[in-house]
């Protein structure tokens, strides 16, 4: 059984938004050796951004993309070690919607400690400001690129809300946005809401839920924006 400690630090979603962050995670941090992160780089601006007196050489780093069987056999080294690691996203928390979640799974193997922070998930905000269903919802990730799939995929989740009274939420890579938008509002019922939640704790937040007939009277501009949608039919 391992002694470690990983703890899952949430980071901020929009650049210079610390104060969303609670001041007990910088406690978390002066107790890693180590870090897995999505970006090195960003990370490390991150930690510095919330701890200005961390020597960020003191700590080993290391960048967890998807996972790979080297980076998990050099987690699983530290953990062996009984060595505190920290598990950083790009945005938000790690392990919801992130690769993080392979390596939490592998410390629950061996035994270690997961300590999950509190800190800002776009995907709970945004459920949260929608006024929509938050009592059954599911979260379908990325939809389809292909728009004949993602087509079917839409009148597969509306039709789904509607017998389920279940809001769906998903997002797009932000450059495809306006696009997504846009066949949401050709597939989906007049009647079915739809809030969009675009860049989250910034200073341009936009958080509006109107009905789809209500949205195609006027479009938001979302190209290359933060975004998560949800839907109730």
């Not at 002066?30 to 999505?38: I, S």
């Not at 998930?121 to 400001?129: N, R, Y």
Request: net charge positive; aromatic share 8%; proline share 5%.
């Amino acid at each position: 059984m391992s002694a470690a400690k990983v703890y899952l630090i949430p980071s901020t979603l929009a650049e210079g938004a610390t104060h969303t962050i609670p001041p007990y995670v910088v406690d978390a941090v002066k107790d890693c050796k180590v870090f897995f992160v999505e970006n090195e780089r960003t990370a490390r601006r991150y930690l510095k951004s919330v701890w200005k007196e961390i020597v960020i050489d003191n700590y080993k780093w290391f960048a967890i993309h998807k996972a790979e069987n080297e980076v998990k056999n050099q987690f699983n080294e530290f953990l062996k070690e009984g060595i505190n690691i920290g598990i950083i996203s790009e945005a938000g928390c790690p392990g919801v919607a992130d690769p993080g979640q392979i390596l939490t799974g592998i410390a629950h193997k061996t035994g270690a400690t997961v300590i999950p922070l509190v800190g800002p998930s776009s995907i709970l905000l945004a459920l949260m400001a929608s006024g929509l269903n938050g009592q059954q919802f599911q979260f379908a990730g990325y939809l389809p690129i292909d728009n004949g799939e993602r087509t079917k995929t839409l009148k597969h989740l509306e039709n789904e809300s509607l017998k389920k009274n279940c809001t769906q939420i998903f997002i797009e890579t932000p450059y495809r946005n306006n696009q997504l938008l846009e066949t949401i509002l050709k597939t989906c019922q007049p009647s079915t809401k739809l809030c969009i939640a675009a860049e989250l704790t910034s200073a341009n937040e936009l958080i509006v839920t109107k009905s789809i007939s209500d949205w195609k009277k006027s479009l938001p501009d979302l190209h290359k924006k933060p975004v998560v949608f949800l839907l109730l039919g």
